[in-house]
Structures are given as structure tokens and as C-alpha cells.
């Protein structure tokens, strides 16, 4: 496609300089872009698209990196990234060795700070501010928020912390629900007034004049506001934000360029902290985005966007199915449904469904409750998202030996997404807590006899699975070739253990690469057998189950997995199978992810990125022997 005006941005400057009359043809050529680009190689496309003249009017009054630009979650920064000179890396988006989905400090200078969880922005921002107050700095800090990010607790905390005489503007991007009170034609007739250039000169004109009288002319001026403000109150009710302390500003047309600079303006006109209300499209200018942001919020490479069914969608439909049968069965999700593959749960079952936002600490406190009057809550949530609940499973749920299921989704390593997204400490903290039962199922027939298995149990139990399909090599070394459910146990790929000069103890989906590895390792006349756990807690019977399948003569045993080494399933096994007779003569080896976050590099796997790949899995078991 053509794009005259963008190929000539290639920095902030180019933005700045350009006419205000050129600023709709850009937007549209900046969406165009983002549809070409992100439906060819996959990310994040309906936030993007509703951000456009936003990004564009920030660059356009404010200077990064001087300035700092910081985006909640930051899945929206893609418009920033191809104004701050990215785009001739942009189709490398979410690749190995390219462009972060998110906004990634090493990256740019852009990038003042990295994201990829909700709800973090405003602390940041609060804190680059202070940070340049003390400095004596004039730069500003700007938080980008999502209406959503307002169910999460942490941007609450960082408001009640916001002090009024700092350099700091905190743009809230409403796209979906409501914040403010002010709704119908006589909000969009003051917010049109207030946004005119007109109105902000006027403004600008009579605080200068007021403030410039000698002596009484500040405290004047602020006498007025406050009379002002009161005034206001008593007539529309107040404002949570400026109840605050903080000055509001809004709502305006967040696809109006020109009104959102003027609202920029007066913030920084007004010499303090801002809340600065804007009001967007998800998925502006792109109709299927339009009718379905949702379905477009992420959405994979053009390759891969024939349907398949994950372990996510089989949760969802299993617990939908179980719940029809039991009443006491309860879905709840942090403002994840579709990506927990809840969706089916909350049409069949709308009163046993509990959507709470971003919330993970307040989901499983809130399971801790169910479950305390004798239901069954399952809490689905990714594993990277369940660290922030850490607190509430030991203290709510673990302490009191509630029976809350947590379906640790997207478990293991997360290719596209990248740090921020892999799953790779769940296993770690959740088996340090007392009582908790873990099940990790490497086929849907092991995942819906693990929730079975957990609805059945009297305490806590934690269900991990990856965000990927069924595996047919792993179905076929293991289960026979088909999806049937047993009782959570171990699995082999062999049946005679004794002929084994190795074993490659692992569990989920790596035990792709260990089969791999056992070929490569056949070619070297070293035979090597894989042993499947489908539990890794209670220990004891975990051990149990390894130690029945191990060889009685000499050989190397590998622990292979794709979650940190420190505290982890191969350290926490190895350690219980230790002064077993068995193990006298066993050479014991631990391959994991070792105390590094992963990131990538250009064409190399995953598993390579984090030294867990087939060839490392060869490398380690030929030294051993």
C-alpha cells in the first residue's frame, strides 16, 4: 500500500513539523499500516488502532525521551514504536530476536519503561515524576491507562499517592465501560466547549492576568478555582478524580487530534497533576475490529489463524460440561474470559460466573469465599498473572485448606509474548505452600481427569497447561494415540526400564523435545526412555511413581523442564528421590531454566533460547554417561 505522508515520519520531530490539516490523512494511513502489518505477522491490533491520534498528539506536545510516555500494560504502544523510528523493524513484531509486543526499556530510549501487566502505569509515572522533582527536572511523566486497568487494585493505590504539584498527566482512555458521571448531549456540549481552543486561551488569559497581580494575585486565583470547584459540585456531584486533588480534564473526542493537544496544553498550563478523559473506538477504522474487538484485541500471524482447539478452549468446555451436573461449581476469571476459554461457562452457567476485572489477588480471595460455603470455585488465570495472587493462595486459600481449584493457564514458555507472558515460576511458588496438589496434563484426556480429580479434592489444587493443541507425538508415545482420561500418574514411552542407559523424567509439553532427544541419542547407541508425570505434588507420590520406572542398574537421570531451575520440579523431585537404594548408582542431572527471564533471538526456538531445546537435552545425557 501507499503511504505518503508516513514514509516521511521518521521521528517525533517529523510529527511536530507536520501541518495540523495533514494529521487526519496521517491517522489513516498509520491504521492502514497497523492492518497490513499486524493481520500478516500477528499482536495486538483493536487496542492499536483506538490509539492513533492519541499517540500522535502525545508526540506532538511532549519530547521523549525527555518527556516520559508510559503505556498500562503497554500491548498499546505499536503507534508510539512506528512514530519513535521502529517502523523498519516493525514487521519483525513479537519475533524472535525483533520488535517486543510491549514497551521494552532496551529496546528504545523511547521506552522509558517496560510493561505487560495491567494497572502499573500510574505508579511508574508517579514515580518518574517525583524522581525529576527532586532532580528539578521539567519534565513530564504521562500514564496512558485503559478504563479496564481501573478494576486493578494497584492504580487505585498509586491515585491515593499522587501529590498535586508534580509534572505528571494521567490520560485515561475510556474504550468500553463508563468512569465518569457526565453522560448525554449535555456532556458532549460542555466537553466540546471545554476542548475549543477558544475556551483554553480564555482560560490561559485569565489566569494570567489574575496570577500576574502583584502580591494577592496567586492566592486570588486559587480562592476562585476552589469557589469553583464547590460551585460545580453542589450542581453535577463531585469528581472522583478531583476529590483526589487531581485536575480533570474531559471527556474529549479521543480521535480528535487537534482537541486532545489542546487538553494537553491546558494540563500543562495548569502547573499540576492531571487527569486528562478520553473517549475512543477499539479497533477504530477496521470494521471486523469494529463489530469484534475482542476477537481482535490479539490475533496470531496470517499462517496461523486457522481455528484450532487449545488446552485453554478444552478447559472451558470440560469444567461448562462438569458444571451442568454440579451446582456447586463456580468459574471465575481476572477479565480473561476469552483467553481462559470461559466463555461457553458464562452463557451455559451466567450465575455461577464471575468475571471480576483485573483483579488476580481479589479472584482468589474471592474463590476462598466460595469455597468456604462448600462450592467448588474454579479460578482460571495465566500463570504470569497468577504471581500477583501469590499473597492470597498462601494466606486465603492454602492456610485454610479450601478447596479452590486454580487453572494455571498458559503455563511454561510463551514464544510471541515473550518475558512478560512466560509461565515459568508457577511451579516454584506454588509448590512451596503446603497442601497444594499440582497436576500438569499433557493431553486433554489428562486435563479433564485432573479437574475431575481436583473437584474431588479437600484442599487446593493447581491445574497448569500451556496455550497450545493437543500434542500427537506425545498422545502417540504415551496415551496409544488417543485422548482418554486415567487417574493423574506418570507415563513411559517404554515398558522395559532395564534396558535403559537414561531416563528423561519431564512433564507437558516438552516431552516433545526429550522424545526428540531419545532419537538423536539412539543414533549414538544410547538408549533412552521418557517418563511423563502428570503430577508433580504430593512429592512423595510423585517419587513413588519415578522410582517404579527407573532402571535398577546404572544410569543418568535428567530432569528436563521449562520452568526456573531454582525451587523447581527436577530440584524438589531429585531431592526426594535422594538415599533411595535406587539412586546409588544413578548419575542425576537437571535441565531447566536457569535463573535467567528468556528472550530470543532470530530463528531460534524457544526451548533453544532457554537451553531446554533436544540438542541440549543430548549434550547434557552424552557428558553424563
Wanted: aromatic share 8%.
Amino acid at each position: 500500500m501507499s503511504y505518503p505522508i508516513f514514509d516521511t515520519i521518521h521521528s517525533p520531530a517529523d510529527l511536530k513539523a507536520l501541518p495540523e490539516d495533514k494529521l487526519p490523512a496521517l491517522a489513516a494511513e498509520l491504521r492502514a499500516y497497523l492492518v497490513e502489518e499486524v493481520t500478516a505477522h500477528g499482536g495486538h491490533l483493536a487496542s492499536n488502532l483506538g490509539v492513533v491520534e492519541l499517540t500522535m498528539a502525545l508526540h506532538r506536545v511532549f519530547t521523549t525521551p525527555h518527556d516520559h510516555i508510559i503505556f498500562d500494560v503497554g500491548h498499546q504502544c505499536y503507534v508510539h514504536k512506528l512514530l519513535t523510528g521502529r517502523r523498519d523493524r516493525f514487521p519483525t513484531l513479537r519475533q524472535g530476536g525483533g520488535l517486543s509486543g510491549f514497551t521494552l526499556r532496551s529496546e528504545s530510549e523511547h521506552d522509558c519503561f517496560g510493561a505487560g501487566h495491567s494497572s502499573t502505569s500510574i505508579s511508574a509515572a508517579l514515580g518518574f515524576a517525583q524522581a525529576d522533582r527532586i532532580a528539578g527536572s521539567d519534565a513530564y511523566s504521562i500514564a496512558v491507562v485503559g478504563d479496564g486497568a481501573f478494576t486493578g487494585g494497584m492504580i487505585h493505590e498509586a491515585l491515593n499517592n499522587c501529590s498535586r504539584h508534580l509534572k505528571l498527566i494521567i490520560i485515561i482512555n475510556e474504550n468500553e465501560m463508563s468512569i465518569s458521571r457526565n453522560t448525554g448531549k449535555f456532556a458532549k456540549n460542555l466537553a466540546r466547549l471545554r476542548t475549543s481552543k477558544g475556551y483554553i486561551r480564555t482560560k490561559a488569559a485569565t489566569r494570567s492576568f489574575i496570577s500576574g497581580i502583584p502580591l494577592i494575585g496567586r492566592p486570588l486565583f486559587n480562592s476562585i478555582r476552589t469557589v469553583k470547584q464547590t460551585v460545580k459540585n453542589m450542581v453535577y456531584g463531585s469528581n472522583y478524580f478531583e476529590d483526589l486533588g487531581l485536575y480533570y480534564l474531559g471527556p474529549v473526542d479521543g480521535h480528535d487530534c487537534a482537541a486532545i493537544e489542546n487538553l494537553l496544553r491546558e494540563a500543562i498550563a495548569a502547573g499540576q497533576s492531571a487527569i486528562i478523559h478520553v473517549k475512543t473506538q477499539k479497533g477504530r477504522g477496521y470494521a471486523p475490529a469494529e463489530a469484534q474487538p475482542g476477537t481482535y484485541h490479539a490475533i496470531p500471524p496470517a499462517e496461523k489463524q486457522t481455528p484450532t482447539v487449545n488446552f485453554s478452549a478444552e478447559f472451558g468446555r470440560t469444567l461448562t460440561e462438569m458444571a451442568a451436573k454440579d451446582s456447586r461449581i463456580c468459574a471465575i476469571t481476572a477479565a480473561m474470559s476469552d483467553g481462559t476459554g470461559l466463555e461457553p461457562f458464562r452463557h451455559a452457567h451466567p450465575a455461577r460466573f464471575f468475571d471480576v476485572g483485573i483483579a488476580e489477588e481479589h479472584a482468589v480471595t474471592f474463590a476462598a469465599g466460595l469455597a468456604a460455603e462448600d462450592m467448588r470455585p474454579v479460578c482460571a488465570i495465566y500463570s504470569t498473572f497468577l504471581q500477583r495472587a501469590y499473597d492470597s493462595i498462601i494466606h486465603d486459600v492454602a492456610l485454610q485448606n479450601l478447596p479452590v481449584i486454580l487453572g494455571v493457564d498458559r503455563a511454561g514458555l510463551n514464544a510471541s509474548d515473550g518475558a512478560t507472558h512466560h509461565g515459568i515460576f508457577d511451579v516454584a511458588f506454588l509448590a512451596q505452600i503446603p497442601g497444594m496438589i499440582i497436576y500438569t496434563p499433557a493431553t486433554f484426556g489428562g486435563l479433564r481427569a485432573s479437574i475431575r480429580a481436583a473437584l474431588a479434592a479437600d484442599g487446593p489444587v493447581a491445574i497448569r497447561y500451556p496455550n497450545a493443541s493437543e500434542p500427537q507425538d506425545i498422545l502417540d508415545a504415551f496415551y496409544g494415540g488417543k485422548s482418554e482420561e486415567y487417574p493423574p500418574s506418570v507415563r513411559t514411552n517404554y515398558t522395559d526400564p532395564n534396558t535403559l542407559d537414561a531416563v528423561i523424567v519431564t512433564h507437558g509439553r516438552i516431552a516433545g523435545e526429550a522424545l526428540a532427544a531419545c532419537e538423536m541419542l539412539a543414533a549414538r547407541g544410547v538408549i533412552c526412555g521418557v517418563i511423563l508425570l502428570e503430577l508433580i505434588k504430593p512429592f512423595d507420590r510423585a517419587a513413588e511413581l519415578i522410582e517404579a520406572n527407573l532402571p535398577r542398574g546404572e544410569a543418568t537421570v535428567l530432569f528436563l523442564e521449562e520452568e526456573i531451575r531454582a525451587g523447581g520440579m527436577g530440584m524438589l523431585l531429585a531431592d526426594r528421590l535422594s538415599g533411595r537404594a535406587i539412586m546409588a548408582n544413578k548419575r542425576v542431572r537437571i535441565l531447566a531454566v536457569d535463573d535467567d527471564f528468556v528472550r530470543r533471538d532470530k530463528d531460534v526456538s524457544i526451548w533453544a533460547a532457554a537451553g531446554v531445546d533436544r540438542e541440549a537435552v543430548v549434550r547434557t545425557i552424552t557428558e553424563a554417561n
